[in-house]
């Protein structure tokens, strides 16, 4: 599944980072502590996280993700906009709980 | 393959342009045709030395060699130094200002991290003297 079919199932709203909406995601993880998400996330996942600041796009590139989506109304630093459309990978925004939204991930793309 | 070696400047408190000599560093590898295991491997370990160096350190570098065998990576800064190495290394010290924890950063994991990712590791380092962190891969 793509990134932009996930993000109309689930109207999640996109922050930046448009061009990478047909990026493949083959996972999921979440997390906020970096050096945990830079350690253990899945390459292709889709991670959610509260922060919203530029660092998290080194993550993401590194990790191979295929989109962040920032969880609980938090909203991405300007900077951080700017870095996700330099690298095409999507930001996206869900104003409610990142267990609710795990949750229905799960139901979507999740896998043993 | 001859070898081939790069150094990258790392500023200090430099968050804006954190991460970026890891990520030039896979593009490297992955143009070279590096197994993408071990571009991860070094990824991770870069990124994470590249951190402590802006949240911790001074002025830093981090210099890479690769080989035909091996890839040696190194990352050092004439920063305060770390006073108990052994208490440093493990999981869940850490000494990051509250600040970088609100970004998700000081929990304690980026030397344990390096450790864990490479297949050799050392660390030096000595109050006021900055340290310095050599890390070995094979391919």
Redesign the interface.
Known sequence: MIVKELTDQLELQIAAGEKGLSREVLDGYCG????????RAP?GCIWL?V?G???I???A???EMAAIIIVGGHTPDE?TRQKADEEGIPILLWPKSAFELAGRLWAIIGKK | MSVLKKTFHINKKD??H???A??KI?NLLKSLNTD?KLI?RV??CG??GE?NVVMHGGEGFLNIQINTGKILLNISDDGPGIEDIERAMEKGFSTALDKYRE???G????LP?MK??SDHFTIESEKNRGTRVGMVFFR
Do not use: C
């Open positions: 906020d502590l970096l050096s945990d998400v830079m350690g390459e996280t922060q600041h530029q660092n796009l080194a993550i590139v590194l990790r900077d | 968050f804006i954190a991460g970026e890891s990520i896979k993408p991860r990824a991770v990124y994470e951190m970004m998700g950063f929990a304690g994991m980026g991290n864990e990712n």
